[in-house]
């Protein structure tokens, strides 16, 4: 009979564990990396493109979705009013619930900016005039929520607004407030509380939201400041390790600058870590070590104007990274990196992908062009393989991050988000 209720209680585990791999519960997905562990993915698409199996109708925006629980959660906004945060369910695209608060302001490029996250029966969100929520999952109703801009002494906001894409961590939610008061805050994730808020960081204020990344098997909260300035003339800004778990800086390189940073940090391993903007800043990789004395150092690996990243970070899959790299002053399109800085292709404008989302599944990359375009790409540093593509949304600057999960992908414009068919067993 033990063993019996051994084996029941193993299924049981891997059934829930299969429940939560399929989910995609945060932004760039379970590890923030952009990768899914999806299988079966469809090789080929008929000529209209994969199945659209339904649409429903959003506001202007560029935050993306995520998926807990077979439902979707998605912060849709309208500038006049506030923020929405809506659940829908994944199966229909039915809303079944949605709660808004008053958040009216107007700012460059217009609409919602961030992905939501899930955690423990919880949704969190932060709006782009500072606004972190914690949301009942089931019901829509608010646990408790926060502004770190004003909390901590924000002042005019930013161009493009406040963009957070929260971090659970544990017990806590991390933001970057970028005030003259913190530089990074968490809270309890539960209460609300603060837990910690860090010191002031050098740099301006950026887009960007703070990363994990292992340094000597420990874990770091690795967060990117502005630049004054851009190209030969930018200077002031930084890169910072913080301990998660009390805010203190760790470490700071401060030899590459941007004056937009978007992208965060992405973990290549070993203590190694890939830094990326756009505006001429292209891509440095540093090395974090820990020394005897408890203190880190840091190596810059090298540098590449050639290689960087608008809106959101480069996948890495087989030593090599991969990212469109169109911005303001050079089209590149999708770009090709080794491990060591050496790129190995472009695509350019044949065919050009502008700031898009994508995500690697089943050795592919599912990939948004920014405009109407998706794409099944095979990554591989010999040169561009496109396997198939389709027209699938409306003209625009789509630039959101798109979610997978059960065989599903969630794409949108600024008028409908769309899940689409895209695994050999969909349900």
């Not at 299988?39 to 560029?62: Q, S």
């Not at 740099?203 to 909260?221: F, M, N, Q, T």
């Not at 800004?237 to 778990?245: H, I, K, M, Q, R």
């Not at 491990?339 to 065919?351: E, I, L, R």
Request: glycine fraction near 12%; include cysteine.
């Amino acid at each position: 009979m033990k063993a019996r209720a051994g084996i029941i209680a193993l299924l049981v585990a891997l059934s829930v564990a299969g429940i939560l791999a399929a989910d995609w519960p945060a932004y760039l997905g379970p590890k923030r990396d952009s990768t899914s562990a999806e299988k079966g993915l469809l090789r080929t698409w008929p000529k209209e493109g994969p199945r659209v199996l339904w649409t429903t109708p959003v506001g202007i925006g560029f935050g993306g979705p995520v998926v807990s629980g077979g439902k979707v959660y998605l912060l849709d906004r309208d500038d006049a009013v506030g923020d929405k945060l809506r659940c829908l369910d994944f199966a229909t695209g039915k809303e079944l619930w949605s709660f808004a608060y008053d958040a009216p302001g107007k700012f460059d490029h217009p609409g919602s900016r961030t992905t939501p996250a899930v955690d423990g029966g919880s949704v969190y969100t932060f709006g782009p005039l500072g606004d972190l929520y914690c949301i009942n999952a089931a019901t829509g109703k608010p646990a408790w929520n926060k502004n770190p801009w004003k909390e901590f002494g924000g002042g005019r906001l930013p161009t493009w607004a406040l963009t957070q894409n929260p971090l659970i961590y544990r017990d806590s939610v991390i933001v970057a407030a970028q005030t003259p008061g913190a530089g990074v805050v968490a809270y309890y994730k539960l209460s609300g509380e603060l837990k910690w808020n860090s010191e002031a960081l050098a740099g301006g204020v950026g887009y960007v939201s703070p990363s994990i990344v292992k340094v000597a098997g420990e874990d770091h909260l690795v967060m990117i400041t502005a630049s004054k300035g851009s190209g030969r003339n930018a200077a002031g800004g930084t890169v910072n390790g913080l301990d998660p778990l009390s805010g203190k800086v760790l470490w700071t390189y401060s030899n590459w600058q941007c004056g937009i940073p978007i992208p965060h940090a992405v973990d290549a391993g070993e203590g190694r870590m890939l830094i990326t903007g756009g505006y001429r800043a292209g891509s440095a990789m540093i090395k974090v070590e820990k020394a005897a004395g408890g203190t880190y150092t840091v190596t810059e690996l090298f540098k590449n104007p050639d290689f960087g990243a608008h809106t959101q970070p480069p996948i890495l899959f087989n030593n090599h990274f991969y990212v469109p790299y169109t911005v303001n002053e050079r089209s590149d399109g999708l770009v090709c990196m080794t491990m060591d800085g050496q790129v190995k292709w472009k695509t350019s404008d044949a065919p050009s992908f502008d700031k898009g989302g994508a995500i690697l599944a089943d050795g592919l990359l599912l990939m948004v062009d920014g405009n109407t375009k998706l794409y099944l790409v095979e990554p591989d540093p010999s040169g561009f393989k496109p396997i198939a593509s389709a027209v699938l949304l409306e003209p625009g600057e789509n630039w959101a991050p798109i979610a997978l999960a059960d065989g599903r992908l969630l794409i949108r414009d600024h008028k409908n988000l769309k899940c689409v068919a895209v695994a050999q067993k969909t349900p």
